[in-house]
């Protein structure tokens, strides 16, 4: 749902006219996202001039503004440089600019600072969270760095192999998580403190393929904890259901939820 309508129930021209306006997005690489014969602040101002009725000269002027707001240095220069004369963190501070010109709201964004060093990371993450008050824009982050999501998100929506397995808030997935998915991504991520020569607890196997996605629970074959269940996590598909009554946090999986707290409690918790 976008502005009260179902996206799912759209035509393509309806859902077209929803893009760069009601909803946007930022891609990984903007290098690649940015097309290299055209300036930056043609292309910003060409999205917002498509939502907008306005001249081109309006739209130039709103591409400035924007790429001031985003801090671009001397904007009133850079709008006309093409995208390889900025370097990474600056071409993604333009795709920002550019998804936010027609105020939309709903952004949503594809790993935007995989490509970025530590400091241009922080420095893209704060930008986003200021636009994010400033233009009452609702924020869809889509990454698989942690500690992005510990530092930046509300909510959190875990996914395997394209379902959600798990939803909650960043306390409930990352303090009490659920699904043996999660538990497995928060053991293998190394620590500042405990033993250093403690080896990783890596999650056996690897990804399914989509193309051939394991009957059942799609993690079942990864899943350490499947022999407490019996055959159900290789025949059935589980529902996404409260932990307990009337809770916000949501799980996919067959184990039940004593079971479960006690793994994460007696053999989880103690690696983390």
């Not at 893009?19 to 300036?39: N, V």
């Not at 942690?146 to 909650?168: C, F, N, P, R, S």
């Not at 990352?174 to 403190?193: A, C, D, F, N």
């Not at 999650?203 to 059942?216: A, E, N, R």
Request: aromatic share 6%; with cysteine.
């Amino acid at each position: 749902m976008v502005d009260g309508q179902d996206v799912n129930a759209m035509s393509e021209s309806q859902v077209r006219k929803l893009r760069g306006k009601s909803m946007a997005m930022i891609f990984q690489d903007a290098l690649a996202a940015l097309h290299p014969y055209y300036t930056v602040g043609n292309q910003i101002a060409e999205a917002y001039q498509v939502h907008n009725k306005v001249s081109k000269g309006e739209a130039k002027k709103r591409a400035i503004e924007m790429l001031d707001r985003v801090g671009i240095p001397e904007p009133q220069k850079r709008v006309d440089d093409y995208p390889h004369q900025f370097s990474g963190g600056m071409r993604q501070r333009a795709m920002i600019a550019m998804a936010l010109s027609c105020n939309p709201s709903l952004l949503i964004a594809d790993e935007p600072t995989t490509a970025l060093d530590v400091t241009v990371q922080a420095q893209i993450l704060e930008l986003l969270r200021d636009l994010q008050k400033e233009f009452g824009t609702a924020i869809i982050l889509i990454t698989h760095d942690l500690g992005v999501v510990a530092e930046t998100a509300d909510d959190i929506l875990l996914m395997y192999a394209g379902k959600a397995i798990e939803y909650g808030t960043v306390r409930d997935v990352l303090q009490k998580p659920q699904h043996p998915y999660g538990w497995g991504l928060l053991t293998s991520i190394p620590r500042l403190t405990g033993d250093p020569d403690k080896k990783l607890l890596a999650i056996p196997g690897t990804p399914p393929s989509l193309i051939s996605v394991p009957s059942g629970c799609a993690f079942n074959p990864r899943c350490t904890y499947v022999s407490q269940v019996g055959t159900a996590c290789s025949s059935s598909i589980p529902e996404l259901l409260p932990v307990s009554a009337g809770a916000h946090h949501l799980v996919r999986c067959h184990l039940d939820v004593k079971t479960r707290e006690d793994i994460f409690k007696n053999q989880v918790a103690p690696n983390l």
